[in-house]
């Protein structure tokens, strides 16, 4: 390689590992975020844009609680802080990204359960399904397609509704995100 080569490729590499670490920045302190402005999460300890790994690209430590049941407002709040990294993307950047995967997994998971198993759902209320087995190879599910089809339409209402929310709350206080993500970029880390 020619001494401008290397210089070039090192100079493409920086600017992409900045750029991520620019976009991680703008994730994380917006679940931080939602976390304070919404009153039924867990209080907020740390937040890292330090990878972990492929699969943790930074994190949000959370005190931990140890309440086993839990209401349906503090689940909607749980839903809104694990979208703020999403929305965050939308409004920050103009698009989105790959980087909220696992939040958007837990999302789905936690919406699911929501309707189907805490009976939580408009159509299913009082009714709680057991748990899908797909892990263990079974496909059966104890309600009909058409039930399927509410329950799906009932998901992604909830999930758009808090979605939207988590909008709102960002958008409202955009200039503390503004600074928190600064303080990252030059820190990495918030405790």
Not at 24 to 43: E, G, K, N, V, Y
Request: charged share 25%.
């Amino acid at each position: 390689w020619s001494t401008w080569r290397r210089g070039r490729w090192r100079y493409l590499w920086n600017h992409q590992v900045e750029s991520q670490k620019v976009q991680r920045a703008d994730q994380h302190p917006h679940h931080a975020i939602t976390s304070w402005f919404l009153r039924h999460c867990s209080p907020l300890v740390k937040v890292s844009i330090i990878p972990r790994g492929q699969a943790a690209l930074g994190y949000a430590q959370y005190l931990q609680s140890e309440k086993y049941i839990r209401t349906q407002a503090e689940i909607l709040d749980t839903l809104c802080m694990a979208l703020g990294g999403r929305a965050a993307e939308e409004l920050v950047f103009g698009h989105l990204s790959t980087g909220a995967q696992d939040d958007l997994q837990r999302v789905t998971q936690m919406a699911y359960a929501q309707v189907t198993q805490f009976g939580f759902g408009d159509e299913t209320r009082h009714i709680g399904f057991p748990q899908s087995r797909e892990s263990q190879g079974l496909h059966r599910r104890p309600y009909s397609d058409a039930t399927a089809r509410r329950i799906d339409m009932q998901v992604k209402e909830l999930v758009e509704q808090a979605y939207g929310r988590t909008k709102e709350l960002l958008t409202e206080h955009r200039e503390e995100l503004n600074r928190i993500a600064e303080y990252l970029i030059e820190h990495e880390v918030m405790s």
